[in-house]
């Protein structure tokens, strides 16, 4: 729950951050709290609190509480590890098996709090206008540009026309002459990066559905798409560039991808055993 609200405060009113606001000192106020007891707590309405729910994914209160009941009954225990192994940046003295610990729970982590932002209805959406457009580019530098490269090689072997872009001058001249029905997906995790931006920019002015992949749903990126999906990292514990972000980029990724072999299954097993039967002879065999 509280990642669900970490993740949405940029979208929420101040009536809302209200609510979020007592929420994030006292998770388990729900438990306690009926709708109307909640809102005076919050300096706020019922209907407010109603609409705050919505915005997590919550149909309403009801089963909000229900999703809070869900988290407490993790117990204490799950607490004490999580602040026992997640709660302080690695030390030079950790073994490699605190190593190993720490890593494995801040990539669970960001995977999970990516999966309970997602807008699936929005990914299906873009999976659906990937799959019939004539034409895919996919923008990204540094770390990100390897997230594109990865997704180009992926979706060209089913038959998208996909091409992968990290070098902002041949991204901007590809993005300058797309052709109609075309598709542009940016990837940053700030959201803030100059040269994605501008690709992604100019392939809307040249008439491109719009995609952007970050973090925040307030970062230029996503306010410049057509559509934006979250890469959820909740937390930082090591370098900004912590592989925990490109593993929740893959997710969503990866997830495109599926929503995209789908639309014509038949057709991608057909090309993928194709492919596969392509390479088979530079396999070693047994």
């Known amino acids: 729950m509280t ?34 007891e909640l809102a005076d707590r ?29 988290d407490s009954g993790r117990g204490a225990a799950e607490d004490d590890r999580w602040r026992a192994e997640m709660s302080r940046t690695l030390d030079p003295k950790d073994s490699p098996e605190d190593v190993s610990r720490t890593l494995l729970n801040a990539h669970i982590r960001s995977l999970r709090a990516t999966a309970s932002v997602l807008d699936l209805a929005v990914c299906a959406q873009v999976a659906e206008q990937m799959a019939t457009g004539t034409h895919l580019d996919i923008y990204g530098t540094g770390g990100s540009a ?35 029905r075309s598709v ?4 940053s995790h700030s959201g803030r990066t100059k040269e994605t931006i501008e690709m992604l920019a100019k392939a809307k002015a040249s008439g491109a559905y719009t995609v952007a992949i970050t973090s925040l749903a307030t970062a230029p990126l996503a306010q410049l798409a057509d559509a934006y999906l979250l890469a959820s ?33 038949a057709d991608t ?18």
């Not at 706020?44 to 869900?70: D, I, K, W």
């Not at 930082?236 to 599926?258: I, N, T």
């Open 269 to 286: 097993v057909a090309r993928i055993a194709a492919s596969a039967d392509a390479v088979a002879g530079h396999r070693r065999a047994d």
């Open 146 to 180: 390897a997230m594109a490269e990865e997704m180009m090689s992926r979706l060209y072997r089913i038959g998208v026309n996909a091409h992968a872009w990290g070098d902002v001058h041949a991204g901007l001249a590809s993005a300058s002459i797309l052709p109609e």
């Open 233 to 265: 990292v909740p937390d930082r514990y090591l370098h900004p560039a912590d592989l925990s972000a490109k593993h929740a980029q893959l997710f969503v990724l990866d997830l495109l991808y599926l929503l995209v072999a789908q639309h014509d299954y």
């Open 3 to 36: 990642e669900r609200i970490h993740a949405n405060l940029p979208l929420m009113s101040s009536a809302m951050v209200k609510i979020a606001e007592v929420l994030l000192d006292d998770p388990s106020a729900p438990l306690e709290l009926s709708i109307t």
């Open 184 to 187: 542009a997906i940016g990837i």
């Open 42 to 70: 919050a300096g706020t309405s019922a209907a407010t609190v109603t609409r705050f729910c919505r915005q997590l994914g919550y149909p309403g209160y009801v089963q909000f509480r229900v999703g809070v009941a869900t």
